[in-house]
């Protein structure tokens, strides 16, 4: 089953994010912020990321630019999945190279299917 990095800092929301892919099979990796987010995905290469964007450290646009740059990790779909909502923002997140974007609160089934249509896209 594909590997999915989930990047929050809430740890509250990994967990049910996480708890609820691994219910559908997935293998999940975890960061809490975005510098931790480029340094786990160059080593551990998932098939999708799933970014939040309000985070210390670096935040989700600032580490899906960089991961978007990097060699290593350049094709590797990012969803953002935030609570940063309005029009200006969303725009942000495409231009900074995020695949889709979802917005919090979101339905787990909206997300699943997201996902399911990102793996299958970028196989």
Same mark, same amino acid.
């Given at each position: 089953?594909?590997?999915?990095?989930?990047?929050?800092?809430?740890?509250?929301?990994?967990?049910i994010?996480?708890?609820?892919? /691994? @219910?559908?099979?997935?293998? %999940?990796?975890?960061?809490? #912020?975005? +510098? *931790?987010?480029?340094?786990?995905?160059?080593?551990?290469?998932?098939?999708?990321?799933?970014?939040?964007?309000?985070?210390?450290?670096?935040?989700?646009?600032?580490?899906?630019?960089?991961?978007?740059?990097?060699?290593?990790? /350049? @094709?590797i779909?990012?969803? %953002?999945?935030?609570?940063? #909502?309005? +029009? *200006?923002?969303?725009?942000?997140?495409?231009?900074?190279?995020?695949?889709?974007?979802?917005?919090?609160?979101?339905?787990?089934?909206?997300?699943?299917?997201?996902?399911?249509t990102?793996?299958?896209?970028?196989?």
């Open positions: 089953m594909a590997k999915i990095l989930v990047v929050d800092d809430s740890k509250f929301a990994r967990a994010v996480i708890n609820g892919l /691994k @219910k559908e099979g997935f293998e %999940i990796c975890e960061a809490e #912020n975005g +510098k *931790e987010s480029v340094d786990i995905a160059k080593i551990e290469k998932p098939d999708l990321i799933l970014m939040d964007v309000v985070m210390p450290v670096l935040d989700g646009i600032e580490a899906t630019k960089i991961l978007k740059n990097l060699q290593e990790t /350049k @094709k779909p990012i969803l %953002i999945l935030t609570g940063q #909502n309005s +029009k *200006e923002e969303i725009l942000e997140g495409f231009n900074a190279g995020a695949d889709e974007y979802l917005c919090k609160p979101f339905k787990f089934n909206e997300l699943l299917s997201t996902i399911k990102l793996l299958n896209l970028y196989k």
